[in-house]
């Protein structure tokens, strides 16, 4: 059995940052041989990818938050993480990791993100 366990959401005004963290865990589970990924999902909003990470560390971001938002992994925490700042009011919503290898993928249970003033 797959977990993936994000952390980090919260309430932030505008300008501010969060990090979030998600974790894996399984027996079964490889976690160097997966790409991890966060989406995100507004109200009434179908969910978006955010950010990716490969096995091979290569990066890819969602035009919406390019130059605000890092995504880096730790192999050897079985970890994701996501940085975000310049937080924007249009980046509310509920944050989701995933990891995906060919035909497997993992979902984790969401993180909330909300930012006003």
């Known amino acids: 059995q797959v977990q993936l366990v994000e952390s980090g959401g919260g309430s932030v005004q505008p300008g501010g940052s969060l990090r979030l963290s998600c974790a894996a865990s399984?027996?079964?589970?490889?976690?160097?041989?997966?790409?991890m990924d966060w989406y995100r999902q507004a109200p009434g909003k179908q969910r978006e990818l955010v950010a990716a990470?490969?096995?091979?560390?290569?990066?890819n971001y969602a035009d919406s938050v390019k130059g605000r938002f890092t995504i880096s992994k730790d192999n050897a925490k079985n970890s994701v993480y996501l940085q975000m700042n310049s937080l924007k009011p249009e980046d509310t919503a509920v944050y989701y990791c995933?990891?995906?290898?060919?035909?497997?993928?993992?979902w984790g249970q969401g993180t909330q993100v909300t930012v006003s003033s």
């Open positions: 399984g027996s079964i589970f490889i976690f160097g041989i997966y790409t």
């Open positions: 995933h990891a995906a290898h060919i035909s497997r993928n993992y």
């Open positions: 990470i490969t096995n091979d560390d290569d990066t």
